[in-house]
Each structure stands twice: as structure tokens, then as C-alpha cells.
């Protein structure tokens, strides 16, 4: 059973940056796909950043492209996300998600594992 735990959340004003990390335990996730997903209060669950197994192909959500980076490091079982420009929009709560598979996909219902959440504000 994999343990995924983010965490990097906080409090930034706008125009900011933060690092959210992944750190998985109980098992390897160098083969599986990985995942960032965010929800906002009344919104659901939505697809932010996937990352293949290998780590060769990476997705981004159009909102996000060019502001976020998705990584990981198989040899530290962690997976990162870098938010560059934070706007009010982006507040949500963030979470991890490991899929069986090599291939990351958009639908949250595709994911096996997944962390408890890891809260972001960004203030205006």
C-alpha cells in the first residue's frame, strides 16, 4: 500500500512561489504515473499536472501552463510541483494522486493512491 504525503502548502501573496512536495512511502512509484489535483471550495476536483512513470512526459491544465512545473525524483520517491506566479485563482486545496499505470490521465477517478491534501491561499 502507498503512503503519499504532501506538503509546501501556505499562505503567499500574489505574483508569489511555492513548492509543493509529494513524498511517497510503503512501495516504489517509480512506474506509476503521478498526478497534481486541486479543489476549490464548492468546485470539484480538477486535474492540475500529470508526470509519466519515467518521468519523460509531463501535462498542465491551460491555467497553469507556463507558470507551473510538474517533477519528480524516483530515487527520493517524491514528486514536486513549482508554482511561479501564483494568482487568487490557484487557491485550492492540492493533492497528490499515483495511478497504476505509466501513463498519467486526466480523470481523478483513474488514480489509486492519493495524499490528504495540502492547502495553498494566495491572497490579492
Known amino acids: 500500500q502507498v503512503l503519499l504525503v504532501e506538503s509546501g502548502g501556505g499562505v503567499v501573496q500574489a505574483g508569489g512561489s511555492l513548492r509543493l512536495s509529494c513524498a511517497a512511502s510503503?512501495?516504489?512509484?517509480?512506474?506509476?504515473?503521478m498526478a497534481w489535483f486541486r479543489q476549490a471550495p464548492g468546485k470539484e476536483r480538477e486535474f492540475v499536472a500529470g508526470?509519466?512513470?519515467?518521468?519523460?512526459?509531463?501535462s498542465y491544465t491551460d491555467s497553469v501552463k507556463g507558470r507551473f512545473t510538474i517533477s519528480r525524483d524516483n530515487f527520493q520517491n517524491t514528486m514536486y510541483l513549482q508554482m511561479n506566479r501564483l494568482k487568487p485563482e490557484d487557491t485550492a486545496v492540492y493533492y497528490c494522486?499515483?495511478?497504476?499505470?505509466?501513463?498519467?490521465?486526466?480523470?481523478?477517478?483513474?488514480?489509486?493512491?492519493w495524499g490528504q491534501g495540502t492547502q495553498v491561499t494566495v491572497s490579492s
Open positions: 494522486a499515483a495511478r497504476l499505470s505509466l501513463w498519467y490521465h486526466q480523470n481523478a477517478l483513474e488514480y489509486n493512491y
Open positions: 510503503g512501495g516504489t512509484i517509480s512506474n506509476n504515473a
Open positions: 508526470i509519466s512513470g519515467g518521468g519523460s512526459t509531463t
